[in-house]
């Protein structure tokens, strides 16, 4: 039986995390809303941000960006209200990702720039990374394959030092813009 302990609700988000790896979406949904309102009951308010960021992730890989944007301003909120640096870089980033997926570059790049200032004043490498690989995305769609190339070989050399399985993705996409630039 659940107690609602900050323990279980740290649990189920790790299950929500496993199904978000095996892009099974619905259940990582459920997951989340369930690890949202167990933290939410005990006034966790580290483990109701952590739950909105990923609750925000998998809205945006189902496509629904709207609501990834509302979460994600909620979880911004909680990150800029506990003082959070890190995770108020990493939910700049996908919000910036989530724009892109919105086909709205300008946004993107407002939301992805702060982030890697952020990221880089407290040495988060690999919010960094993430935020040059959305960088370079919304770059490429402004057609502006130059800046696009550069944020993106920046994102793949910090995978690369952090042997991120994210650099394979990164090498993907510069090998797909030089195809394009050639």
Do not use: W
Not at 143 to 163: D, R
Not at 164 to 172: D, L, N, Q
């Amino acid at each position: 039986m659940l107690k609602n302990t900050s323990a279980e609700g740290s649990i189920i988000g790790n299950i929500g995390s496993t199904y978000l790896d095996l892009e099974d979406y619905k259940n990582a949904e459920s997951s989340y809303l369930m690890r949202y309102e167990i933290a939410k009951k005990i006034n966790d308010k580290v483990g109701e941000g952590n739950a909105l960021n990923n609750l925000g992730l998998t809205y945006t890989y189902l496509g629904r960006i709207s609501d990834a944007l509302e979460t994600y301003n909620q979880r911004l909120s909680i990150a800029v209200d506990l003082g959070d640096k890190k995770s108020e870089a990493n939910v700049l980033s996908n919000i910036g990702l989530a724009y892109t997926r919105l086909n709205q570059p300008n946004d993107s790049l407002k939301f992805c720039k702060k982030s890697i200032l952020i990221a880089r004043k407290i040495g988060a490498n690999l919010i960094e990374a993430n935020a040059n690989a959305n960088l370079g995305v919304a770059y490429n769609q402004l057609g502006n394959n130059v800046k696009a190339k550069k944020h993106l070989e920046i994102a793949l050399q910090i995978y690369e030092f952090l042997e991120s399985p994210k650099a394979v993705e990164a090498r993907t996409r510069l090998k797909m813009l030089d195809d394009v630039i050639a």
